[in-house]
């Protein structure tokens, strides 16, 4: 994607937002917040909540459009972390 990041980043110049979307990830941040009893989730937490949400399309969009900071090795390692055991089991 490095070498390709300029038609990455038109492919997902889309700005528009589901609101649905938007409205089930503060709806899961929400209900966790309240079930771990506290004010902040922390960064693979709220990760998985919005990959649950947008899907792997939506999060590397979020990733090429609005994260400059976070090195793609971490974003790697945070979808990882956050997908399901089964497909960790078929995938490595």
């Known amino acids: ?15 528009s937002q589901n609101p649905d979307v938007v409205l089930s990830i503060k709806k899961y941040t929400e209900i966790t917040k309240e079930k771990l009893h506290t004010d902040i989730l922390d960064t693979q937490l709220s990760y998985s909540i919005r990959l ?3 899907g792997t399309p939506g999060m590397t969009r979020e990733w090429l459009l609005t994260d400059n900071i976070t090195p793609a090795e971490t974003a790697v390692t945070m979808m990882f972390a956050s997908m399901p055991e089964s ?6």
């Open 1 to 15: 994607m490095r070498e390709n990041l300029i038609f990455y980043k038109h492919a997902y110049e889309d700005h």
């Open 52 to 54: 649950s949400c947008y």
């Open 87 to 92: 497909l960790k089991a078929i995938f490595f």
